[in-house]
């Protein structure tokens, strides 16, 4: 039961530190969308109690005992583990990569409901995909639709730059799209076909089960990813490793 120096809340696992010999340092996902980083003590033990409820990715139910930097994990029950059945190199790596940003895009001190449920589908879709072309777009959409979240929506409706219809590139320091006359001034803008800019604007306006559920080839997929790191290394200004590692899956 919760008292005056413990909360309970669901979390989503989104990383782990080693901590001493039995013990990890989580990074948790809180509903409220706050990050909380906890101890958990014992974690690493064989066979201990918490070790199967602290599963990265999963969503848990923790009571947790306020600190002065860190929290401690008083009691986890394990609500759901997205990748409990499909845990292949793909769908790990997806899973790290959204990760990633919803660690970079979440904050101890600022509360965001949007943030965990749309984290908490991300994942499960990616548990849920065996092909690689559908996790690249869910991945690619989540980071469109959290970094627009937090301000930095890329205008995909017309020219960043004159406001011309016809538009054909891409930049993410320009801010979206561009066309072909002032891309040419914008060092790194990114050449798009008709079909792309479709895909690039539906990640933004289709859900995930639409998404998931639309045909789409590797290549394309692939390209929708590329763009989409870029545009999370520009705005969040960090390297996203795990992006990174998945780019080249």
């Given at each position: 039961?919760a008292?005056?120096r ?15 010999e ?12 706050a ?9 690493r033990?064989p066979g201990g109690?918490?070790?199967?409820r602290?599963e990265l990715?999963s969503t848990?139910?923790m ?11 008083s ?5 759901e ?5 499909n845990?292949c190199?793909?769908a ?6 959204v990760a ?5 895009c ?10 965990f449920?749309i ?11 065996e ?6 777009v ?16 890329p ?11 016809a538009v ?9 799209l561009?066309?072909?006359s002032?891309a ?7 050449q798009?076909g008709?079909?792309?800019v479709d ?5 933004l ?6 998404l998931a559920s639309a045909q ?7 390209f929708l990813?590329s763009?989409a790191?870029s545009w999370?290394?520009t705005?969040?200004d ?6 990174e ?5």
């Open positions: 039961m008292g005056a413990t909360y309970r809340t669901l979390v989503l696992v989104l990383g782990k530190t080693k901590l001493k039995n013990d990890l340092i989580l990074t948790l996902l809180a509903e409220s969308g990050q909380v980083r906890a101890v958990a003590k014992g974690a033990k109690r918490l070790a199967a602290c990715f848990t139910d009571l947790l005992a306020r600190g002065r930097s860190l929290d401690i994990v009691e986890a029950r394990l609500v583990a997205p990748l409990a059945r845990t190199y793909e790990v790596s997806a899973a790290s990569a990633e940003v919803a660690r970079l979440s904050f101890e001190d600022a509360e965001d409901p949007f943030l449920p984290t908490q589908k991300a994942l499960a879709f990616v548990g849920a995909l092909d690689g072309p559908h996790l690249d869910v991945v690619a959409a989540y980071v469109f639709k959290v970094l627009a979240r937090i301000g930095y929506r205008d995909l409706s017309a020219c960043v730059a004159c406001g011309d219809a054909s590139w891409f930049s993410a320091a320009a801010g979206g561009l066309c072909a002032c040419s001034s914008v060092a790194g803008a990114e798009l008709c079909a792309e895909w690039l604007r539906a990640l306006g289709l859900r995930f089960d639409e789409i080839d590797a290549p394309t997929a692939a990813l763009l790191h999370a290394a705005h969040l960090a390297r996203l490793r795990a992006l590692f998945l780019l080249g899956v």
